[in-house]
């Protein structure tokens, strides 16, 4: 089979993938601009492409039996060019990854070990055992609430219990209270269990149902010292509702990992916004980092691999998206 890899993203699971594969393949590694003829014809007579995006501007691939997004979204996929019996399939991996960043996120909030270090090479010993300014709080005491439970919130859930932490979670479907789940709510009570939790970690994907979906309402529900943080799709959470809530200290502060606005070829370093989120003191913004991990590349290899070993001996394929 002659197999694709388009575009940046792709490209990083090119490298070592005849190991992992069972069978000799014509492997092509294209970039993200189809420019020459060449690039397009072997987008177009490709039976597997790896890849992040599938619009209109791109040659209609009509071999292509399985486009593989080497990634858990695939907004950016137009479904309506894959050729009939194509089949659309998705990676996950990353959500160790994902869960070890919130985990760390929130404990250097409880444990100011860089303030610390900073001080004491001051002379400064205020974080000094026995001293009123030295006190601090503990992860362990406070409650984490989880908009959404695949793989991720799941990841993140197990490792707040292991800081004694107390779960909350609402979902698309039902999720039962047990081990890792303290309340569970749908996402018709979302004000609710925005309320229930010292910290919202929204997981989401984008879906015209989830799409600013924490939006104002939803935000003033949050206890006032509340932390959000997002690391599903930046629009899931309102832009505009979320830097108001910040700019007037509604909420406590955020974490945002996932963005409104990312870079392209012509604009290679934008804000993360629309809005001035780089000018406010109570956010904490990372450039899309919270799943990039050797770890993650390496699961998400073998799951592609997998799925092409499946199509050439015809066997059903997994990750279906």
Not at 38 to 58: N, P, Q, W, Y
Not at 74 to 83: A, C, E, F, K, V
């Amino acid at each position: 089979m002659k197999i694709v890899f388009h575009g940046d993203n792709a490209r990083n699971f090119r490298d070592g993938m005849e190991a992992v594969l069972a069978d000799a393949h014509d492997i092509v590694a294209l970039p993200e601009a189809l420019a020459g003829e060449d690039e397009r014809e072997h987008f177009r007579t490709a039976d597997v492409i790896v890849g992040i995006r599938l619009d209109a501007s791109m040659p209609r691939p009509e071999r292509l039996r399985l486009y593989h997004a080497p990634s858990a979204g695939t907004d950016l996929i137009d479904r309506s060019l894959l050729p009939a019996g194509a089949v659309l399939c998705n990676c996950f991996g990353h959500e160790h990854a994902i869960a070890e960043y919130v985990m760390t996120a929130l404990l250097l909030r409880h444990v100011p070990i860089p303030d610390a270090d900073r001080r004491l090479r001051q002379g400064d010993w205020s974080y000094w055992a026995g001293r009123p300014t030295g006190l601090r709080t503990e992860l362990g005491d406070s409650t984490i609430g989880l908009l959404g439970f695949g793989h991720i919130g799941k990841a993140i859930a197990q490792r707040a219990k292991a800081f004694g932490m107390r779960v909350s979670v609402a979902n698309r479907s039902p999720v039962p209270v047990g081990a890792l789940v303290d309340e569970a709510y749908g996402l018709d009570d979302l004000a609710a269990f925005m309320g229930s939790a010292d910290v919202i970690v929204v997981s989401l994907p984008l879906l015209p149902e989830t799409a600013g979906l924490v939006g104002r309402s939803a935000l003033a529900a949050m206890r006032p010292d509340a932390l959000i943080v997002n690391v599903g799709r930046g629009p899931v959470i309102d832009e505009a509702a979320l830097y108001e809530a910040l700019e007037k200290r509604r909420i406590g502060g955020a974490i945002i990992d996932t963005w409104y606005r990312y870079p392209s070829a012509g604009e290679p370093g934008p804000a993360p916004g629309h809005l001035a989120f780089q000018d406010l003191d109570n956010i904490v913004m990372t450039p899309h980092m919270s799943g990039w991990t050797k770890g993650t590349i390496r699961r998400r290899m073998q799951t592609i691999a997998g799925n092409i070993n499946r199509l050439a001996r015809g066997e059903p394929l997994v990750n279906r998206a």
